[in-house]
């Protein structure tokens, strides 16, 4: 198992940073401008489509989509962004969790990165998540929530991603679709992108 020892500099803005981090892939990803993109496991045809297109042009921007390999949004993101996409996980990275999406991970693999604060073995429990999504979140420039609901995952990486000071923005949606991310916005904690290119200039740089 490959193990990095010296953190990416986001990370040190973390209260609880992880002690190292497993590795496969290709690390030069980290030199890279980073974005995070998270959402909704059950996200809707409309925003997987958005998703996808902001990934891919994200990746041929240069920018590098960092997300947590769940189905849904994350995955979406992954595999339209390869090989400029880092995937966090939730366990051991001998554990393919979660098993539906073997075939894109297996790809982040060996074509992309993969990170996890733990060693082979340990299994994806419950609150691991949660440890994930602070790495997910603390990695990247910004964070894009691309559909959430009120009380979600993708909700409380939001609130770290404003612990933080990372910039949050969303995707247009529909009322009664995404009440998260609508929340965000009407709230003023994150912004709209409404122009995928505009907003990859704004990390980007091939």
Same mark, same amino acid.
């Given at each position: 198992?490959?193990?990095?020892? %010296?953190?990416?500099?986001?990370?040190?803005?973390?209260?609880?940073?992880?002690?190292?981090?497993?590795?496969?892939?290709?690390?030069?990803?980290?030199?890279?401008?980073?974005?995070? $993109?998270?959402?909704?496991?059950?996200?809707?045809?409309?925003?997987?489509?958005?998703? %996808? /297109?902001?990934?891919?042009?994200?990746?041929?921007?240069? $920018?590098? #989509?960092?997300?947590?390999?769940?189905?849904?949004?994350?995955?979406?993101?992954?595999?339209?962004?390869?090989?400029?996409?880092?995937?966090?996980?939730?366990?051991?990275?001998?554990?393919?969790?979660?098993?539906?999406?073997? #075939? /894109?991970?297996?790809?982040?693999?060996?074509?992309?990165?993969?990170?996890?604060?733990?060693?082979?073995? %340990?299994?994806?429990? /419950?609150?691991?998540?949660?440890?994930?999504?602070?790495?997910?979140?603390?990695?990247?420039?910004?964070?894009? #929530?691309?559909?959430?609901? &009120?009380?979600?995952?993708?909700?409380?990486?939001?609130?770290?991603?404003?612990?933080?000071? #990372?910039?949050?923005? &969303?995707?247009?949606?529909?009322?009664?679709?995404? %009440?998260?991310?609508?929340?965000?916005?009407?709230?003023?904690?994150?912004?709209?992108?409404?122009?995928?290119?505009?907003?990859?200039?704004?990390?980007?740089?091939?």
């Amino acid at each position: 198992m490959n193990v990095l020892t %010296e953190l990416p500099s986001g990370l040190l803005r973390l209260k609880k940073p992880p002690q190292k981090l497993y590795f496969e892939g290709n690390l030069a990803l980290l030199e890279r401008p980073m974005v995070s $993109v998270v959402g909704s496991r059950k996200a809707s045809a409309y925003t997987r489509q958005c998703v %996808e /297109a902001l990934a891919r042009t994200l990746a041929n921007s240069g $920018v590098c #989509v960092v997300s947590g390999a769940a189905i849904g949004v994350d995955i979406a993101a992954h595999k339209a962004a390869m090989p400029r996409t880092i995937g966090i996980f939730a366990s051991g990275l001998d554990t393919i969790y979660p098993s539906q999406n073997k #075939v /894109a991970i297996n790809e982040i693999y060996t074509k992309a990165l993969a990170l996890s604060e733990y060693n082979e073995g %340990e299994p994806p429990l /419950a609150y691991r998540f949660l440890e994930r999504n602070r790495i997910v979140v603390a990695l990247s420039q910004a964070l894009v #929530v691309a559909q959430a609901d &009120t009380r979600s995952g993708s909700m409380q990486s939001a609130r770290m991603a404003k612990e933080l000071a #990372v910039p949050i923005f &969303t995707l247009p949606q529909r009322l009664g679709e995404s %009440e998260g991310t609508n929340e965000l916005v009407a709230s003023g904690t994150a912004n709209l992108i409404n122009d995928f290119d505009a907003f990859a200039l704004r990390f980007g740089g091939k």
